[in-house]
């Protein structure tokens, strides 16, 4: 067999240099895995620590603990390291770990090109991270970046976008490696239709990718063009107009919303059946239901534009359009409640998050559908409401979904099972505080509070203290998480081949008594 699907242990007799060297160079799929799953641990870390920047200064009213420039930094560098440093990343991880295992496949079908779509990530953050030390500081406009604001201030610019031009060529890479993997080197007898749904996620949010990350190359080097090339796309003294950079920003950003929660789709669909021993209800209408939100999320960006002054008739459309994209997510909460009904459910950490999941994510569901209503979002929008709504579907949807794939699959990578006490004290206390810290915001929200602004009126003083009591318990928690982690890869009982006795998926024909979860992504027991 080829270097290139060597298994770890043929590499445990080098020395350190030689072990440090395997880690740069390797196109093993696993390795690369791991190394984008530790990359977006440190980066989760990191911009968990922004997070709890911004929710210390908000603790109380007045000016506390950072002036309000560096605020603002933190609120942009915070959102755009979990975007593109955490929760892409550590889906790229699973994907890189699970699809070839799960399509039967002996690696990824361009090994080089993935080891390269994954070393751009560091160095891109970097790039990112210094323009925190630059003259004017980071870019204080928010993750969206628009103009006129981000054009304004010091030389951080230049460094932002090529950032972001780094992280697009690595999302496009992967998403090309994932699109040839599944398509060429499916097992004989895997039809497109008996793949697990977490491939078919991954595979839509791949062409998702492609679709998308080239518009928002675009838009931000027209931000560039416009700073220092005199251009005047989005300058309105120039004849240019801010708006239109609106619209190409959220005809990326609204698809790039859904390709942080179709993979998470994807690992909820996992993950149900195996804890209800049943298999996935509706296998198809899932299939169908991810590849028509996908189509319908190009068709609903300027729903985040209601306050800009267009037409009537195109907030009808878009408000109409949003609504609809609630169908096709209604079928897969509904298909995840069915599985579950009457099944033999046991609730070890995987499916605890799963299940805060479903009920959280549809919370967040519910508040998306409110603000679709373009007159009622004239009040909502630029609030503390809308940050309780996405974060509501980014963090116990996306990161939910994310313990949950870790603790499922980590006997998996590791041999060793988790510490179960502490996965459910994290389950518990993550579920807890995400809840204190997100919920009150919809009332701060609702009551006119404005979101990225350091300081606020006393009326709001009691929910913002509520709120970041919930920040700092949910931050510290996570600590718990990355020491189950560690334990576990260092040792502790083994995992066996029934780790999670008893589970089904969709498509296994097999005939023992115990069908094992533990590979619940093969469909033959020759492929393992």
Do not use: C
Request: proline content about 6%; glycine content about 8%.
């Amino acid at each position: 067999m080829s270097s290139v699907v060597a298994t770890h242990d043929e590499h445990h007799d080098h020395g350190p240099a030689k072990g440090i060297l395997r880690w740069v160079f390797t196109t093993n799929h696993k390795d690369i895995g791991t190394l984008y799953l530790t990359a977006a641990l440190i980066m989760f870390l990191v911009g968990g620590a922004m997070a709890l920047v911004i929710r210390a200064e908000l603790f109380a009213p007045g000016m506390q603990f950072v002036d309000p420039l560096f605020f603002n930094q933190m609120t942009t560098l915070h959102a755009l390291i979990m975007v593109f440093g955490a929760v892409m990343p550590a889906f790229a991880g699973l994907a890189n770990w699970m699809i070839p295992i799960m399509i039967g496949a002996p690696d990824m079908a361009l090994p080089r090109l993935n080891n390269w779509s994954f070393w751009l990530l560091p160095f891109a953050f970097a790039l990112l991270a210094s323009t925190l030390f630059m003259d004017g500081g980071a870019p204080a406009a928010g993750w969206t970046l628009y103009p006129p604001l981000v054009l304004q201030g010091g030389a951080h610019l230049p460094f932002a976008i090529f950032s972001i031009h780094l992280l697009g060529i690595s999302s496009i890479m992967a998403a090309i490696n994932i699109i040839v993997t599944v398509f060429n080197m499916r097992a004989p007898g895997m039809t497109l239709m008996k793949m697990p749904l977490f491939v078919w996620t991954w595979v839509i949010t791949a062409f998702l990718l492609i679709a998308v990350m080239p518009v928002f190359a675009g838009a931000v080097t027209m931000l560039l063009t416009d700073k220092y090339f005199g251009t005047s796309f989005f300058n309105a003294a120039g004849g240019g107009d801010p708006v239109l950079y609106q619209h190409l920003f959220w005809f990326f950003g609204h698809p790039e919303v859904y390709i942080m929660i179709l993979p998470s789709f994807g690992v909820i669909s996992t993950v149900i059946p195996t804890f209800a021993r049943k298999p996935l209800f509706g296998y198809s209408s899932m299939v169908y239901a991810t590849a028509s939100i996908a189509f319908l999320s190009f068709i609903v960006w300027a729903h985040h534009q209601f306050t800009v002054g267009m037409p009537l008739a195109g907030e009808l459309y878009f408000t109409y359009a949003t609504m609809l994209i609630a169908v096709p997510t209604g079928v897969k909460v509904f298909n995840w409640i069915a599985t579950m009904w009457k099944g033999a459910m046991t609730f070890e950490t995987p499916m605890l998050f799963a299940i805060a999941f479903v009920v959280l994510f549809t919370m967040g569901g519910f508040t998306g559908l409110m603000m679709a209503i373009s007159p009622a979002d004239l009040q909502y929008h630029d609030t503390y409401f809308i940050v309780a709504h996405f974060h509501y579907v980014l963090v116990p949807g996306a990161v939910f979904a994310l313990f949950a794939a870790t603790y499922y699959w980590l006997p998996k990578w590791t041999g060793h099972m988790y510490d179960e006490r502490l996965g459910k004290l994290h389950f518990w206390l993550s579920t807890i505080s995400v809840n204190l810290l997100f919920f009150p915001q919809h009332f701060l929200g609702l009551a006119g509070m404005p979101r990225r602004i350091p300081d606020y009126a006393t009326q709001f003083a009691e929910f913002n203290a509520w709120s970041s009591v919930g920040a700092f318990v949910f931050g510290f928690s996570q600590l718990i998480f990355v020491y189950v982690i560690i334990k576990a890869i260092r040792g502790g009982e083994i995992a066996t081949y029934e780790v999670w006795e008893g589970a089904q998926k969709h498509g296994l024909e097999w005939t023992l008594p115990s069908p094992p979860p533990y590979h619940t992504w093969t469909t033959a027991p020759e492929i393992r």
